[in-house]
């Protein structure tokens, strides 16, 4: 039971590279998330999609692009890294119970120097 | 907007001891969901305990059980019997009911406190 899946595990850039942070989940949710964990910040919401087909800003959008390509799929893109986007990238999902938690990825160690 | 707050960046804990860690939110709603996430250095996330704020029983798990103050707006998490595997990073996290004001389910996350375990 793969869950939710996040690669790479591990990315170093150089300022205004771009890549795409790809997730996918077998659980069947309909909701899925993309957030970045800072020292001392904790988690705080990038992206996300209720359904297939539709995505939504969070909190920190800013630099960021996201695909909703399938109801499995959900991915993250920076078109212009800088250096303020290093930061660890956690992608999760939902189940569609009132009481649902969020299930995580093991997350994206990206370094942008 | 909802916010939710760990006053303790860092706590330590004797090995077999209960630990305490606190998280206040604020919020004008009065359906929502509770939850501690446990990260250890391999960086998983990993849920603990949640709690239903229409739930008055406190959620227990095992080892794990939350004093859950409604009216205080406090959902403090208890490690009973610490053990050297609870060392990590502690998160609480506050969501809305989902479609209520329009949410789509997402958390809103404390800093965290970082949890020590003496042996």
Redesign the interface.
């Known amino acids: 039971n793969a869950g939710v899946t996040q690669t790479p595990k591990f990315q170093v850039l150089k300022t205004g590279q771009s890549m795409t942070l790809q997730c996918a989940q077998d659980m069947n949710h309909n909701?899925m998330?993309w957030y970045r964990q800072d020292p001392?910040?904790?988690?705080?919401?990038i992206y996300?999609s209720?359904s297939e087909g539709t995505t939504?800003k969070?909190e920190v959008p800013n630099g960021y692009n996201v695909s909703r390509l399938n109801k499995r799929e959900f991915s993250l893109r920076l078109e212009s890294a800088a250096p303020s986007q290093t930061s660890?990238y956690?992608c999760?999902s939902?189940g569609p119970t009132?009481?649902?938690?969020?299930h995580?990825g093991?997350?994206t160690?990206l370094t942008v120097t | 907007a909802q916010t939710?707050t760990q006053s303790q960046?860092e706590m330590s804990v004797q090995e077999a001891e209960t630990v305490t860690l606190s998280c206040t939110y604020d919020t004008s709603e009065s359906d929502y969901?509770l939850?501690w996430y446990k990260q250890p250095p391999?960086?998983?996330?990993i849920?603990v305990i949640?709690q239903?704020a229409y739930k008055q029983q406190n959620a227990t798990e095992n080892r794990f059980s939350v004093n859950f103050q409604k009216a205080a707006k406090s959902f403090s998490l208890k490690i009973s019997d610490s053990q050297l595997g609870d060392a990590a990073m502690y998160?609480c996290a506050y969501r809305s009911?989902?479609n209520y004001g329009g949410s789509?389910?997402?958390?809103?996350?404390?800093?965290?406190t970082k949890l020590s375990v003496k042996p």
Request: zero cysteines.
């Open positions: 909701s998330y001392g910040m904790g988690l705080r919401l996300y209720a939504d969070g660890v956690f999760a939902r009132r009481n649902s938690p969020l995580f093991n997350g160690r | 939710v960046p969901y939850f391999s960086r998983q996330m849920l949640r239903e998160f009911a989902p789509q389910g997402n958390l809103i996350f404390g800093k965290g």
